[in-house]
């Protein structure tokens, strides 16, 4: 699967999550929760995945919300609490 907003990984065993909107600081949209949530689901189910290393791209981690960007076409970020 082709992801927009995360890249995604896995090296030796280990997922290696990123940010991947270094433009805007990684800051969060709707877009990049549903990836994240769908790549972490994947993840999950993967029995050959021992570790994950979450990173962002460029200089910045996350900043947090993307207040600014044109999300309308996104959805909300509302996310299934994790059970």
């Known amino acids: 699967e082709t992801f927009q907003e995360v890249k995604f990984e896995i090296q030796d065993h280990v997922a290696i999550i990123t940010l991947y909107r270094p433009q805007r600081g990684n800051a969060m949209t709707p877009l990049l929760g549903k990836e994240f949530v769908t790549i972490l689901d ?42």
């Open 42 to 83: 994947a993840v999950e189910k993967d029995p050959e995945v021992r570790a994950v290393v979450l990173t962002g791209a460029g200089k910045y981690f996350c900043t947090g919300m993307d207040l600014g960007s044109n999300t309308k076409n996104q959805g909300d970020l509302s996310l299934s609490p994790i059970e």
